[in-house]
């Protein structure tokens, strides 16, 4: 079973900043958050990962709370394209197999 | 980052019959993993390949109905044996780098009639 929980889906305008929570309370100390997204008849890419302090990239923002049980997943100007099913998992680190939950639908609209 | 190819990507095929799905690579990885995606749901592990070694199945899965093949380390193939329309979904075939971020490739839409 998915050990995180996230809205079934979300609205963002276009060029707004996406924020998209996602609850994961029995988050273990050596479990990393990790995010991808899946555009619609692709495979699932990989946005970014984070295990305790905030992280960016080129994509996005991950923010994680102090006591780890909740995370946000920021894109700050979303576009069009961004529109896709965005999953948060919780796994440990090096080749632990990936847990897929049923994620937020993302929609950015004009 | 990995550039993977999956072939074929999409197909529909005759119940009872097999389909074997291939998968390479663009850099020697380790493991391979093998994903199944329903329609409308999320992706689902069927096993995990490593070379030099019997795939790994995940709970609900068998070697029987999903025999895997992983001859190098840029290579793997999938086969979905003996099909019904229960197994109409698109397979995904995914490796990891070092940091343990995950590639995956296009997937293989399979459609059961």
């Known amino acids: 079973d998915a050990k995180t929980t996230q809205p079934t889906s979300m609205d963002c305008a276009e060029g707004r900043a996406a924020n998209l929570p996602c609850n994961h309370s029995?988050?273990?100390?050596?479990?990393?958050v990790y995010w991808y997204r899946q555009i619609h008849s692709q495979g699932p890419q990989y946005i970014i990962h984070g295990l305790k302090n905030n992280e960016t990239n080129e994509m996005a923002s991950l923010i994680i709370t102090e006591d780890r049980k909740s995370s946000t997943l920021i894109l700050p100007h979303a576009t069009l394209r961004d529109t896709a099913v965005y999953y948060c998992?919780?796994?440990?680190?090096?080749?632990?197999?990936?847990?897929f939950g049923k994620g937020t639908m993302l929609l950015v609209s004009p | 980052s990995a550039v993977i190819s999956q072939k074929p990507s999409r197909d529909i095929c005759q119940r009872g019959t097999s389909l074997t799905i291939q998968c390479q690579v663009d850099?020697?990885?380790?493991?391979m993993f093998w994903y199944r995606q329903q329609p409308g749901q999320s992706l689902t592990l069927i096993a995990t390949?490593?070379?030099?070694?019997?795939?790994?199945?995940e709970s609900g899965f068998v070697i029987d109905k999903f025999p895997i093949s992983r001859p190098n380390l840029t290579f793997s193939t999938l086969t979905v044996s003996n099909m019904s329309p229960e197994d109409s979904s698109i397979y995904l075939c995914?490796?990891?780098?070092?940091?343990?971020?995950?590639?995956f490739g296009q997937g293989t839409r399979l459609t059961v009639v």
């Open positions: 850099s020697q990885v380790t493991m």
């Open positions: 998992i919780v796994r440990n680190s090096g080749y632990s197999t990936l847990t």
């Open positions: 995914s490796v990891e780098d070092p940091r343990a971020e995950a590639f």
């Open positions: 390949a490593n070379q030099g070694s019997e795939a790994t199945y």
């Open positions: 029995t988050i273990s100390g050596n479990e990393y």
